[in-house]
């Protein structure tokens, strides 16, 4: 069983920027691949960054270049560094585990997630 804890969302001027967290429970952080996803009211809930548990990472076009995924094995921590935050990223961002060590875009392939965290960028 995993579990995952997200915060750092928040309230922030567009051109801002926020760095959230996934906090996991157990000792098999490190062998699964871990995704950040977002979903704003009305829309479907979609990919906004990959990375593997090798650390190999992949992130949607409509963020890249903006935001970073990282992850600290040691700490059981996943991160979403987000810079020059625009209105169209205010949403509910999940974070999810899955079972699979290579990068995984599929919301299937990824079995479990956490209660999300909510950033809202004003204009």
């Known amino acids: 069983q995993v579990q995952l804890v997200e915060s750092g969302g928040g309230l922030v001027q567009a051109g801002g920027s926020l760095r959230l967290s996934c906090a996991a429970s157990?000792?098999?952080?490190?062998?699964?691949?871990m995704g950040w996803y977002r979903q704003a009211p009305g829309k479907l809930r979609e990919l906004v960054a990959a990375?593997?548990?090798?650390?190999?990472?992949r992130y949607s076009d409509s963020v890249k270049g903006r935001f970073t995924i990282s992850r600290d094995n040691a700490k059981n921590t996943l991160y979403l560094q987000m810079n020059s935050l625009k209105p169209e990223d205010t949403a509910m961002y999940f974070c999810?585990?899955?079972?699979?060590?290579?990068?995984?875009?599929?919301?299937?392939?990824?079995?479990?997630w956490g209660q999300g965290t909510q950033v809202t960028v004003s204009s």
């Open positions: 999810a585990s899955s079972y699979r060590q290579t990068v995984v875009v599929v919301p299937l392939e990824y079995d479990y």
């Open positions: 157990g000792s098999i952080f490190s062998i699964r691949a």
């Open positions: 990375i593997s548990a090798g650390g190999s990472t």
